[in-house]
């Protein structure tokens, strides 16, 4: 019989579970902590459980399924960079990022096997989309980071879903993984530390409106024109930009956190004077802070990162239009840190 995974129940899922095994409600809160907070990958560690209800457990559920293996790990050369491949219980293979800040750890979450959104820069989707991941699996990325990787007493402490995937399209279990991580008897880390970013799934942003958590909102925007959106973005077809920067406008007025709008600049195609025109035309007003990205070049989709002197071109436009700006800081590009980067070149290398 395989075992059910754990990781990615809810306390209140464990406490029903709980009784219906025969063991005291208070149980499942003491499995949580052990869980979510400090990090236990057995039952056997669970020293204030009995030696009775710890086999128990053993027998009914895993944790993290052994399954989760490491299949790659990488480092930049300046080591702030961790880039892992994880291969889950079905076989997909799924990859995360830790990046090390002055102020911490932050850690790049992956949401979906593939991605069905076919960005034309993107490496994500490269292999077409196979299907969403578990909450327990989209924890799972964290635990690798705060229970194998970094040192004792060291945790991530800032959430980023901007690994592969597109979060509005599995927000039930996108949610649940944040909400663990958030929770006060787990990992407590305030939704402030935390960002989902979208391609601009309307439904998606007004569903996190509904439901009114202080998470911040990243939008890929990438152009500001219909025409040039609608060629780098299949998806705008489907929600029109300037729908989507309604909705996260509305998202901004219910948490009162500022919108990030991410622009990658690819060279010749989205960085000229009348794209930055039209940006700014597009968000003037807005409480909002636009993230340049100087593209990541992907070999298979042929387009170039602009020259420094252009991003900078681009930067100064916005800021003369008093359009909050910053360029992200690049980590990692020696290990294709880009989105989907490393997953595609593992595929391509087992079809050779
Ligand atoms: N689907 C979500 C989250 C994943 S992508 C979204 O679209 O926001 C995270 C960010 O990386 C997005 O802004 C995406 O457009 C960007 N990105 C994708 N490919 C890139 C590349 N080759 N270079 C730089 N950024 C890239």
Known sequence: MTKKEILGLTLEQMQDEFLALGLKKFRAEQVFRWIYEKGATT????TNLSKENRSLLEGTYSILSGAVKVLRTYDSADRLTHKVLLGLSDGASVETVLMHHDYGYSACLSSQVGCAMNCTFCASGL???MRNLTAGE????????DHVLLPKGERVSRIVIMGSGEPMLNLDNVLAALDLMHHDKGQCISYRNMTISTCGIVPGIEEMTRQGRTINLAVSLHAAT????DRLMPINGKYPFPEVIDAASRY???NGRQVMYEYILLAGINDREEDARALAEAL???ECVVNLIPANPVPEKGFRRPEDRDVDRFFQYLKKRHINV???KEMGKDINAACGQLRASQL?????
Do not use: N
């Open 326 to 328: 910053t360029v992200r």
């Open 43 to 46: 039952f056997e560690e669970m």
């Open 348 to 352: 391509k290398e087992e079809q050779a």
């Open 127 to 129: 292999h077409g989309f």
């Open 138 to 145: 989209i924890l799972a990325q964290l635990y690798y980071f």
């Open 284 to 286: 003037s007003g807005k």
């Open 252 to 254: 901004e007025k219910m």
């Open 226 to 229: 219909g025409a040039l959106r």
